[in-house]
């Protein structure tokens, strides 16, 4: 069955420093979105992209995050500085073009981030 | 988005059905009704969605009252593998409209 892979699974990280996470969507799919998950915390919506722009964006979305679309295949988000309450646990999503709004969501498995 | 009103936990026995219920008062005509469900330490996963008529797939059925302002998803067997979040969420029949998730019911399922 395909699946939304993310890398790395975990990183620690210095307060300031630029962190790069990873996603694969799945292969055909259009819509992609990243979300987080301050532990104990509901899942919350950052931003979603497609036709290589952003479509919408949350508020906690701000200057210090961007999203990319490299090459035909990866899906990152950037954090530029990161804090300390950036520590979260990062999902990715993507969609197919299908029915647009009630197409089935794929998530990964997420990217933890520890900021100290 | 509407927002949706969940109970925060619900209990189960195992192999018996579960009804987990979902208010959303203030649904508009073109809101569809999604389930989303977040295991320990996984990310969300599809359940089911249904916009009018109830809605049956390998996973579970999902039951829209006519008026449209309540739903109720149904577990027919619960497994100890159903322990999760579960998510209700509105979504706009317009754009590339995120989901929205809220904080959902936490569902016990006891051995």
């Known amino acids: 069955e395909p699946e939304v892979t993310q890398t790395p699974s975990h990183q620690v990280t210095q307060m300031g420093q630029e962190v790069i996470l990873r996603c694969v969507p799945i292969?055909?799919?259009?819509?992609f979105y990243w979300y987080r998950q301050i532990l104990g915390q509901k899942v919350e919506f950052l931003v979603s992209?497609?036709?290589?722009?952003?479509?919408?964006k949350s508020e906690i979305f701000d200057d210090q995050f961007s999203v990319e679309r490299p090459d035909g295949s990866n899906f990152t988000l950037k954090i530029r500085s990161t804090k300390l309450e950036d520590s979260a646990m990062y999902f990715c999503?993507?969609?197919?073009?299908?029915?647009?709004?009630?197409?089935?969501?794929?998530f990964g498995e997420g990217s933890r981030l520890t900021v100290l | 988005d509407a927002k949706t009103t969940q109970p925060n936990s619900m209990e189960s026995n195992e192999e018996e059905p579960v009804h987990l219920p979902c208010n959303h008062s203030?649904?508009?005509?073109?809101?569809?009704i999604h389930w989303y469900r977040q295991l320990p330490s996984q990310g969300p996963e599809y359940v089911i969605h249904?916009?009018?008529s109830n809605v049956n797939n390998r996973m579970a059925s999902l039951a829209i009252a006519e008026d449209r302002k309540s739903s109720t998803l149904i577990l027919h067997r619960a497994t100890l593998r159903d322990a999760a979040v579960y998510y209700c969420?509105?979504?706009?029949?317009?754009?590339?409209?995120?989901?929205?998730f809220g904080k959902g019911t936490r569902l016990s399922v006891i051995a």
């Open positions: 999503a993507s969609r197919g073009q299908g029915q647009a709004n009630t197409g089935e969501l794929f």
């Open positions: 292969s055909n799919h259009l819509y």
């Open positions: 992209f497609y036709n290589n722009e952003i479509s919408e």
């Open positions: 203030t649904i508009s005509g073109t809101d569809y």
């Open positions: 249904g916009l009018t």
């Open positions: 969420i509105l979504r706009r029949n317009s754009g590339n409209t995120p989901l929205v």
